[in-house]
């Protein structure tokens, strides 16, 4: 190993054998850098005058974005270092001051696969320490996230998307992940939205045997008919498409109640999946005159038709 | 004919059990291992089907039927003599209940006879209906046990007590010869033959099954059937049409004592498994949701139009087999069947009058 000065343009940017940092801001190293200098020289593998990066991916990247031409930098020859103790050197000091992401996590179990290490040792000796949880067929879902690209890593690994996300993400062909990222990217759904939207996109597809652009592109024209952010229609839409009768239950619930035309204070409820044939009626009073006038309300909403039907979760209501 | 078995277990205080003995007779060539616990990897859900352990019991093994307050439940009670099961149904709620990842064989099975004796004690005069299929197929194993066999004679010397096996297989033969006194059921759990080939993977088809209950009706059993689980698939009510004209092709009105009809079900974290383990399976695209006691059913008009339909396709052809429903609200019984009876108890005082009734 030996110090010296490499120009930037003779590094491997593409080369991402034993790197794997993604995400997080540059900028507050980048000023670092500029301000003190790089303390920390990062550590280069000699490939026949091109060079490698085995640590400090990101303080590379910081330097080229400060416009510098040059690094003085650690470099190993081939010969002075295996693959596997390169790769260690990364892996071991970046463990050593952070979590990895799960973008970070992938790209280096995809990483310790090509260095020729079996499922079975990469799962029970470095699961835990990639961040990764342990899921059946966890393997081969995350070497399968490791190839998504990489827009959609740096989702990953800034938390726009969520593991579960990306490893449905990497099982469609190309053409469905892309529009499955750019609709997901407009509806800018919360972490928690996505998991459901992966879920619902997935389920209806296969029931319906629709390609994923296809179900999309129609989800989107519905969703941008309705009111409201794009994405919380789009999945309202979604939901009613897995769930057909019983969102056509609801709107007929609904529309009975219109029907009834409630006095105010009033309220009626049933069982969100009409499991029950009850109906919770709540009203507000004060005042013995109030309550009384209430009551008398209440017994005449119960004689109508309409309010008869709610109770009926299985009758189809008739429609006006 | 028997499903393969390619390990036994024993453990050291089963050694000695009869039943230890008849399984290693009846498996020449199987590995035999003594140990206290079964040599299988847990990971490995389809080896665990090939794995016999032998094993005495740990706690009761006549337990009350685990249905929930908020259904009607059918008041059975479970002799729990074997726990897993050789055929590998997606919707196999024992995916989720097992832990021990083999099929588990109770040695000293004999001591739920003394549990029995007791309930009936307690009860004079009540009929006990009890069966052996809730953690278990009840004749899966039977050519390697002869469990039933044994079983059946000793239910018999107590005239209280009704006995229902049920089975998806067909092995019969070691009844047969057994007379049943009109106190033993044999049960056949059917389906539409879509759903028999895409989900209830190792098991006979449907004719197969019916001509393992002809057999059972000849020799004098009393026949039950459940339809479940009832499953919506595109076609749905053809075929099950189909499938009750194949249940009265082999059987006549009144050789049956009951039949239920019980939609898929399932709890949600069952759902993550069968869609890991059969991801190829639509039952979890059905339009299921959450019911009262949590578990995940048909949104409820949708059951009750196949209890509907296939009621009416039951009552077209017998109208004496004592119909219910498995697992349903008073309210969906009387929308579907016109009907209710009201309760748990209700149910099972018209099951035990139908289990005595011929
Ligand atoms: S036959 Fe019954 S116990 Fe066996 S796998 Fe199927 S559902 Fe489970």
Redesign the pocket.
Request: charged share 25%; hydrophobic share 30%.
């Given at each position: 190993m030996k110090r010296a000065a490499v120009p930037l343009s003779r590094v491997a940017w593409r080369n991402r054998r034993f790197s794997f940092s993604r995400g997080g801001g540059l900028e507050e190293l980048t000023a670092s850098i500029e301000k003190v200098g790089l303390l920390d020289p990062p550590e280069l593998l000699n490939k026949g005058g091109r060079y490698i990066v085995i640590r400090g991916a990101r303080r590379l990247q910081a330097l080229r974005r400060l416009g510098r031409k040059h690094v003085e930098a650690q470099i190993f020859g081939e010969d002075e270092i295996s693959p596997f103790q390169a790769w260690s050197r990364n892996f071991h000091e970046n463990r050593a001051f952070r979590n990895l992401n799960p973008a970070e996590g992938c790209t280096a179990l995809r990483q310790l696969a090509d260095l020729g290490l079996s499922p079975q040792k990469i799962v029970s000796g470095y699961f835990p320490l990639l961040g990764l949880p342990r899921r059946e067929g966890g393997f081969e879902a995350y070497l399968s996230v490791a190839h998504l690209p990489d827009t959609m890593l740096d989702l990953l690994a800034d938390g726009a998307i969520t593991l579960g996300t990306a490893v449905y993400l990497a099982t469609l062909g190309e053409s469905e992940r892309r529009s499955a990222f750019r609709f997901l990217k407009k509806a800018s759904l919360s972490v928690g939205r996505q998991r459901e939207w992966a879920r619902l996109v997935a389920d209806i597809s296969v029931r319906d045997e629709t390609s994923v652009p296809a179900l999309l592109a129609s989800v989107s024209r519905a969703a941008r008919r309705r009111h409201g952010q794009f994405g919380a229609s789009a999945l309202q839409v979604l939901r009613e498409r897995r769930f057909p009768s019983l969102a056509a239950r609801r709107r007929a619930f609904q529309r009975l109640l219109r029907r009834l035309r409630l006095p105010p204070g009033f309220q009626v409820t049933t069982h969100p999946f009409f499991e029950k044939g009850e109906l919770h009626v709540r009203f507000s009073a004060s005042g013995e005159k109030e309550y009384g006038e209430a009551l008398v309300r209440l017994e005449r909403l119960g004689r109508e038709d309409s309010f008869q039907l709610l109770m009926e979760p299985g009758k189809r209501p008739p429609r006006k | 004919m028997r499903f393969p078995i390619r390990k036994i277990t024993i453990h050291p205080e089963a050694a000695g059990s009869s039943v230890a003995r008849t399984v290693v007779e009846k498996c020449p060539g199987v590995p035999v291992v003594t140990a206290a616990r079964p040599s299988v990897d847990p990971g490995d859900e389809g080896h665990s089907k090939d794995t016999v352990f032998i094993t005495p019991r740990k706690g009761r093994l006549l337990k009350r039927c685990p249905g929930t307050s908020s259904y009607v439940c059918c008041g059975y009670r479970v002799l729990n003599l074997v726990t897993?099961?050789?055929?590998?149904?997606t919707?196999?709620?024992?995916?989720l209940y097992l832990n021990q990842p083999c099929l588990v064989v109770h040695a000293d099975w004999e001591d739920a006879l003394r549990e029995l004796d007791e309930l009936i004690a307690k009860h004079p005069g009540r009929v006990v209906r009890l069966g052996t299929?809730e953690?278990?197929?009840s004749l899966?194993l039977e050519p390697l046990t002869d469990m039933a066999r044994e079983l059946v004679p000793r239910v018999l010397r107590r005239p209280e007590a009704v006995l229902e096996l049920?089975?998806?297989?067909t092995f019969v033969e070691s009844l047969l010869d057994i007379d049943p006194r009109g106190r033993v059921i044999l049960s056949w759990?059917v389906n539409a033959e879509e759903v028999v080939r895409a989900d209830?993977?190792?098991?006979p088809p449907l004719t197969a099954r019916l001509r393992a209950a002809a057999e059972g009706r000849r020799a004098g059993y009393r026949i039950g059937l459940h339809f479940d689980p009832l499953v919506r698939f595109p076609g749905w009510e053809r075929s099950y049409s189909r499938a009750v004209e194949a249940i009265y092709d082999h059987l006549r009105e009144g050789d049956i004592a009951w039949i239920s009809l019980g939609s898929l079900r399932y709890p949600p974290a069952l759902d993550a498994i069968i869609r890991r383990r059969f991801p190829g399976s639509h039952l979890p695209l059905g339009e299921l949701v959450p019911g009262l006691d949590g578990k995940l059913r048909y949104f409820r008009p949708l059951r009750e139009e196949m209890y509907r339909r296939v009621y009416r396709d039951i009552r077209r052809r017998d109208r004496h087999a004592e119909v219910y429903l498995c697992m349903e609200s008073p309210e969906v019984w009387r929308s579907s069947l016109g009907r209710s009876p009201g309760s748990t108890a209700g149910l099972a005082r018209c099951l035990d009058a139908a289990a005595i009734a011929e």
């Open positions: - | 897993g099961c050789p055929l590998d149904c919707y196999c709620i024992l995916q299929g953690l278990a197929d899966a049920k089975t998806k297989t759990s209830e993977k190792g098991a």
